[in-house]
């Protein structure tokens, strides 16, 4: 063991806060932003409008816990990282941190899988989840995300824990032609190694002309190698360095008159990662995997997401009936993941004893139909009813690069009447109450089993189909007389075919009605309150309770993933708060604690936890923002997570994968720009000020040496835009 001197300890103290110390005293000194992102940052609650419920609609009449990253908190996380991963783990406070890798297959919401759209149009896979439903668009084509927490049944089938509406970027009006242009270079330590040199360039062009209105967006991003805060490389196993991204959004509209508009969208999305490192060593619990130059095998692919397309038409129609309002829209995504090459190991074989890289291809077509209608039935009953029908057909499979398949190609048929119904009575309660029927048909075709081992018996399985019928209710009630006490208390169940492929390709018995495919069905409950103390303080907290007869947690089975069945209840509470105590300091935080508890037997005790894989740490979120003139703006973040230690190893110190134990972690984050003019502005972001050395959450969790990372040391981030 070495000792440090004092004076070698103060040396060592000083090197890792210099240079921060330094950046923070600089940027006070000159930090300027857009006069739009550096006005105060009170914003009523009554004026926040959501649209994640098919409707528009205050935050405080949502009846749920909801999180909504406009544009100017996004653009500020951007500049930390531009990854839609890292920034959702370092704002939403119900989601884990980010894996620090291309998947997000721990970042659950609540402890439950979460439904993720892009402008309403479903990213995630439930016939079989390819964990790359939050990386599935740039950040710089995003204009907000809105995050409703808790099972909901309006989108139907994928939202047990919660649904995350990405809305895409959309021209301002009143301009003819406008844009900007962004770049951006990124590095590890202040530039001072090129081996995490990176680059970005973002392209914007959008504009409204007599009707008709326009945005087209392109954003490429370079990453650098992957280093922690040591100077390693980080493995490149799933890793986001060394990664090329490619996005392409184009937005186009049509207003007929004042009732009448069409729109069309398409994105597309690509990351793939191509890195001269390869993973090696890494011991859990003792040394990370890292990475060192090498070779990979000639038979592997770049993995990651090799496209995803999504489009929509979508046609409104202000009182095409009295009082009532019409959305078509019909839409369509396509997206082919390739996961990472496995060499075949005779200790833990897969894919008929061979190597192999596995892949996940899916396509999607839907329409849906929804109209609202208003009823004023006196001043002091207002009534809006949603109505309409959902129709989607998602075609998915999981084949080998090779050819070979691991999932065959599964088809569902999903049909769906809603009806939502949003009363407010004497102007200050608000009820909702709705139901959402959904009809699944899911086609499995004669399949094989793709064994583990050349020598294991063939298994062959008879197709045929499967049907899930499921009524979804919810009902809540929220008060708003009062500013300072807003509460609100709900109910709502969630439906989800959950992984449905996962349990098909590891099928031991040959006919389908004996393979457990019952879906996932969870319900719950949930009461909290919304605060405006005062123009200066605003907060917002919950206790939430979910129960799920059938679970969706994660055990791992001769080391693949399997789905445990057993009963399952989580249940927690958070709290958020923002503080405006001046025109020029903003601070705020937020705390979040809950548990995941499951059943052994159906009818006996709560006598085991849930995984890691879906119930994370506690975590702990603060940030001050400080304006010292018009333009200029300069924002610390912190993000804790604390300690989970609620499983132990067996009897050779070996902890079972998704059960390792998970131990704080602290870390600090930076953002400021600089506005020359109208047309120039500069922006500065770090990642990891304090150049941290620490794993991962999902590393400790996971308790697999391959998967045992550090995550990223400090980062750099400087861009330039141009505004015209």
């Known amino acids: 063991m070495v000792f440090l001197s004092a004076e070698k300890l103060k040396y060592h103290f000083m090197k890792k806060l210099i240079l921060p110390i330094m950046v923070l005293c600089a940027t006070m000194s000159m930090a300027q932003n857009d006069p739009l992102d550096s006005k105060k940052d009170t914003v009523s609650l009554e004026e926040v409008v959501i649209t994640a419920n098919r409707i528009k609609e205050k935050k405080t009449d949502a009846v749920a816990n909801v999180t909504i990253i406009d544009q100017k908190k996004l653009q500020q996380f951007i500049k930390i990282a531009p990854d839609m991963s890292h920034l959702i783990g370092m704002i939403e406070p119900a989601m884990s941190l980010s894996t620090n890798t291309t998947n997000n297959r721990y970042q659950n919401l609540r402890g439950r899988s979460i439904l993720v759209l892009i402008d309403g149009i479903p990213q995630s896979t439930p016939l079989r989840a390819t964990d790359r439903d939050i990386r599935s668009i740039d950040p710089a084509a995003v204009e907000r995300i809105e995050i409703v927490k808790g099972a909901t049944s309006i989108y139907g089938n994928g939202a047990i824990g919660g649904i995350m509406n990405i809305v895409t ?350 879906p996932v069905k969870t319900e719950n409950y949930e009461a909290g309150a919304y605060a405006e103390l005062s123009k200066y303080v605003h907060l917002s907290g919950s206790y939430f309770y979910t129960y799920s007869k059938l679970g969706s947690d994660l055990k791992s089975v001769s080391g693949f993933w399997v789905v445990d069945r057993t009963p399952q209840k989580v249940y927690g509470f958070e709290v958020n708060a923002d503080i405006f105590p001046t025109k020029w300091l903003t601070l705020g935080g937020s705390f979040i604690s809950f548990e995941g508890k499951k059943k052994s037997t159906e009818d006996g005790d709560w006598d085991g936890y849930m995984s890691g894989t879906s119930i994370p740490a506690p975590k702990a979120t603060a940030y001050i923002r400080v304006t010292p003139t018009e333009y200029s703006y300069l924002q610390v973040n912190y993000l804790h997570t604390g300690s989970r230690d609620r499983f132990s190893p067996d009897n050779r110190g070996v902890y079972t994968e998704g059960e390792g134990i998970v131990y704080p972690i602290d870390l600090f984050s930076l953002s400021a720009g600089y506005t020359f003019n109208k047309s120039f502005s500069l922006a500065l972001g770090i990642e990891n000020l304090t150049d941290k050395v620490y794993y991962t959450p999902a590393s400790m969790l996971v308790a697999r040496d391959a998967e045992y990372a550090r995550g990223n040391g400090r980062y750099f981030n400087l861009s330039l835009t141009y505004r015209y």
């Open 169 to 518: 970027k959309k021209s301002p009006k009143n301009v003819i032609f406008g844009g900007q242009t962004t770049i951006g270079a990124s590095a590890r330590d202040s530039f001072k190694e090129n081996r995490g040199f990176g680059y970005r360039f973002n392209q914007q062009f959008y504009g409204n002309y007599k009707g008709f209105s326009y945005l087209v967006d392109a954003a490429m991003n370079q990453t650098g190698s992957a280093i922690d805060g040591t100077g390693e490389y980080i493995s490149p196993r799933y890793g986001l360095g060394d990664v090329r991204t490619y996005n392409g959004l184009v937005k186009l509209g049509y207003q007929f008159d004042d009732d009448n508009k069409v729109e069309a969208m398409y994105n597309f999305y690509q990351s793939l990662q191509n890195t001269p490192l390869v993973a090696s060593g890494g011991k859990y619990l003792e040394r990370p995997r890292i990475g060192v130059y090498g070779t990979k095998d000639p038979a592997a692919q770049d993995e990651g997401m090799r496209y995803n397309h999504n489009a929509y038409i979508k046609f409104n129609s202000n009182n095409i009936f009295k009082r009532t309002d019409l959305e078509l829209s019909a839409f369509t995504q396509h997206q082919y993941a390739i996961f990472d090459y496995r060499k075949h190991n005779a200790r833990s074989p897969r894919w008929e004893s061979s190597s192999g890289q596995a892949t996940v291809k899916g396509e999607k077509y839907g329409i849906r139909t929804q109209l609202t209608s208003k009823f004023l039935f006196s001043e002091n009953v207002f009534t809006q009813l949603l109505y309409g029908a959902d129709v989607l057909i998602d075609k998915t499979s999981q084949p080998l690069v090779d050819g070979r398949y691991w999932m065959p190609e599964l088809t569902s048929y999903n049909s769906a009447p809603f009806l939502q119904i949003k009363t407010t009575f004497f102007q200050y309660y608000v009820l909702k109450a709705g139901l959402r029927y959904d009809y699944i048909d899911v086609s499995v075709p004669n399949y094989e089993v793709l064994r583990l081992r050349n020598t294991d018996p063939r298994v062959y399985v008879k197709g045929g189909d499967l049907t899930y019928n499921n009524l979804s209710p919810n009902i809540g009630i929220a008060y708003n007389q009062f500013k300072y006490f807003q509460p609100f208390i709900s109910y709502s169940q969630g439906f989800s075919i959950f992984d449905l492929g996962r349990t098909l390709r590891a099928a031991k018995a040959d006919v389908l009605s004996k393979i457990n495919t019952e």
